[in-house]
């Protein structure tokens, strides 16, 4: 009776945590992890793995706020609900700014196409949960309203390895990149539109792989971005991404390492809340099409 008992035990751990599909044709990028077989690139794993920043429009917030958010990610074959949270810390208000960002939980399904796709292990057994990566980013202001210059701010922004690499939703890797965003505002006389404002950013970004020879991937980083305001509502549409050199291109594999994104957002200020909904969708190397929603309270910090 006990070795019945047991039998089943296995039978049912093999079938919840298992793997019935051939592994035979994958590739092994190097390890004796049954992670070796994922692809660490922007192209092949979940959407929050290696995110295309978010443009600040040459920005130094000053107020702290906290911020919450839901995304809900889809593509052919993987679906997947993230929740989101951020601390922005103003520490010298339109100056230097800190803030703590990332994706405490996503739940997600992935069928078995995408998962012999990116290569990996375990099947598909339906809906999964699981925590995600905390982002520390630094914004500091290095020039503001100085007559025809536009503004300039430095950013650096690195990520921590809480989210797990096991179904390529994270990559259990550090990842940090680094830009210079520049802004530039106009104030039409036409009485409606309160403000128009361009943008554009370069930096580099750089993230750690799972192949020896080739242990990391990196590349430039660029965006641009028009914010149009009327009173409390803005408007902003942005492109942008980073394109990575390609560590596993050496193996005769395609790397997925040039992310590139367009984002459309409406976002509604208020005296302590604001709002914001997003649309999301990928020109390159970024499969999912998302939509967010966001709220955020802002507060003074004597």
Do not use: C
Request: glycine share 8%; proline share 4%.
């Amino acid at each position: 009776m006990r070795i019945s008992a047991i039998l089943i035990f296995l039978f049912l751990s093999f079938s919840i945590y298992g793997q019935t599909r051939k592994t035979s044709d994958w590739i092994n990028f190097g390890s004796n992890h049954v992670s070796k077989w994922i692809q660490v690139a922007p192209g092949k794993m979940g959407p929050n793995a290696l995110p295309v920043p978010e443009m600040d429009y040459a920005q130094v917030a000053n107020r702290s706020g906290f911020e919450a958010g839901t995304h809900f990610n889809v593509m052919k074959g993987d679906t997947s609900i993230s929740s989101f949270l951020a601390f922005d810390w103003a520490v010298v208000p339109e100056k230097v700014a800190v803030k703590i960002w990332g994706f405490p939980t996503e739940t997600f399904r992935t069928n078995n196409e995408v998962r012999d796709d990116r290569q990996i292990y375990y099947d598909d057994t339906g809906w999964m949960t699981g925590g995600g990566d905390i982002w520390i980013s630094t914004f500091i202001q290095i020039i503001k309203d100085r007559n025809k210059w536009p503004d300039v701010v430095l950013n650096y922004s690195l990520k921590t390895t809480t989210g797990s690499i096991l179904h390529a939703r994270y990559t259990d890797a550090p990842v940090h990149y680094f830009y210079a965003a520049f802004g530039k505002s106009f104030f039409p006389e036409n009485h409606f539109l309160s403000e128009v404002r361009v943008a554009g950013m370069g930096g580099f970004y750089i993230w750690q792989t799972n192949k020896v020879e080739m242990a990391q991937d990196e590349g430039p980083l660029f965006e641009a971005g028009v914010k149009i305001r009327h009173k409390t509502i803005s408007l902003m549409n942005e492109v942008g991404g980073y394109w990575g050199y390609g560590a596993y291109d050496f193996l005769g594999v395609k790397s997925f390492a040039a992310p590139i994104v367009y984002r459309a957002k409406l976002l509604k200020e208020g005296e302590r809340f604001d709002w914001k909904l997003e649309y999301r969708t990928g020109w390159k190397d970024y499969k999912y099409t998302t939509f967010i929603f966001g709220v955020a309270y802002r507060f003074n910090v004597n």
